[in-house]
Nanobody, 120 residues
Framework: QVQLVESGGGLVQAGGSLRLSCAAS????????MAWYRQAPGKQRELVAAISSGDRTNYADSAKGRFTISRDSAKNTVHLLMNNLQPEDTAGYYC??????????????WGQGTQVTVSS
């Protein structure tokens, strides 16, 4: 009923930039918040950045000053601009949405993930 599709991952050298995008579609009545998480091999999934319906943002300490999250509410999309990428940023990046469906339910949804690899 709701799908999240990420794009924009890839291979980049240290110091480079990437822009991730996530589009939510389906039976969406209202979007509460959207976020990006990441998971490196052998590690737990962690929050990178989040943005609320009121455009309040929250960043992990590792992302502050380098990453910027933004959203297009009309299109139910969220973007993550990542600058000055470092090898430790290498991970699978996952889009997350907390929303109301047209059926009146409030649920969490995850995308399939997009790989970001930063070479030194």
């Amino acid at each position: 009923q709701v799908q999240l599709v990420e794009s924009g991952g890839g291979l980049v050298q240290a110091g480079g930039s990437l822009r991730l995008s996530c589009a939510a579609s389906g039976r969406i009545f209202g979007m509460e918040s959207m976020a990006w998480y990441r998971q490196a091999p052998g590690k737990q999934r962690e929050l990178v950045a989040a943005i609320s319906s009121g455009d309040r943002t929250n960043y992990a300490d590792s992302a502050k000053g380098r990453f910027t999250i933004s959203r297009d509410s009309a299109k139910n999309t969220v973007h993550l601009l990542m600058n000055n990428l470092q090898p430790e940023d290498t991970a699978g990046y996952y889009c997350y949405a907390y929303l109301y469906t047209t059926g009146g339910q409030r649920n969490n949804y995850w995308g399939q993930g997009t790989q970001v690899t930063v070479s030194s």
